[in-house]
């Protein structure tokens, strides 16, 4: 999702959220508006984090509620961050939408890292998992319920990266100047609009992707001495699946062991870890007994 954060002139185009005295757009109106420049702050140092979590309280809450909140940090952020993340998300129950006002009691936070979220999820054990994001890709591996650390990376291999690349790409074919933000629906439908047309960038989507596998690949390989013994590979996040589909499902490493997990399944593993915290049993698709 994306923010933009109006200044005093601005006409909103769709509800706002307010909060200590600044106003913002939230979602698809702001990604139309914003300034697509690409920033690499760590997630609980990006206002927009803070902006969202409050656009999301403000669709499952009552304007005077209480909510517990389960959220995730990079692997690489999780020890330096963590703390002040969670003190910061305590204190975001006093905002505006959409005129309205919401006073919300944040009882209480749980941190975890991003990678978990997939294995809590589907709770299942002895796996592997490639967790691609927009900005990193998280090699993790989970035996007998324990997360192992020394197979467990953070690498600058986003989806980001994958778009940066098609969009240097793109103005060396057509001098079509475009940023990586931009190019999300290219990415899926493998056309970008030229001359009132869809132009088939397949080729480009192709090499792209090709080489953005074999990177994924290399690390695979590099940080998994064991892929070989592992009982499956789980692949995770919404940007991975264009590189699963296209390149890893039917490699001899992953045609039998492997399973796509659709994009919210990092979001369903943070669920099930909130009602099991909060003394619900959640069942097999994440709701509680």
Not at 53 to 75: E, H, K, R, W
Request: some cysteine; overall charge negative; glycine content about 8%.
């Amino acid at each position: 999702s994306f923010v933009r954060e109006l200044v005093d002139t601005d006409e909103p185009s769709g509800p706002v959220l307010e909060w200590e005295g600044s106003r913002y757009l939230v979602g698809e109106v702001a990604r139309e508006s914003r300034d697509s420049s690409f920033t690499s702050t760590p997630r609980s140092q990006d206002l927009d984090t803070y902006v969202l979590l409050q656009y999301a309280m403000a669709q499952i809450c009552n304007p005077v509620d209480s909510i517990f909140v389960v959220t995730g940090l990079p692997d690489k952020e999780y020890p330096i961050y963590k703390d002040e993340f969670k003190r910061r998300i305590s204190k975001l129950g006093q905002f505006f939408w959409n005129g309205i006002e919401y006073n919300l009691h944040v009882e209480a936070v749980q941190i975890v890292k991003q990678s978990k979220g997939a294995f809590f999820s589907i709770a299942i054990d002895g796996q592997g998992n490639e967790l691609a994001g927009w900005r990193t890709m998280f090699t993790t591996q989970i035996i007998n319920m324990e997360y192992m650390n020394d197979y467990s990376r953070t690498h600058e291999l986003g989806m980001y990266h994958v778009a940066k690349s098609l969009a240097q790409k793109i103005y060396e074919k057509y001098q079509e100047d475009y940023h990586p933000e931009q190019l999300e629906q290219a990415i899926i439908t493998g056309t970008i609009p030229l001359y009132g047309t869809d132009e088939d960038i397949s080729d480009l989507l192709d090499a792209v992707f090709s080489e953005a596998a074999e990177k994924v690949l290399e690390a695979i390989g590099r940080e998994w001495p064991n892929l070989s013994r592992l009982d499956g590979v789980l692949f995770a996040g919404g940007s991975v699946q264009a590189l699963y589909e296209r390149y890893f499902a039917t490699r001899k490493e992953f045609a039998n062991n492997s399973k796509l997990l659709d994009r919210f399944a990092v979001v369903r593993g943070y669920r099930r870890l909130g009602l099991a915290l909060m003394g619900g049993v959640p069942d097999a698709t994440g709701q509680s007994a």
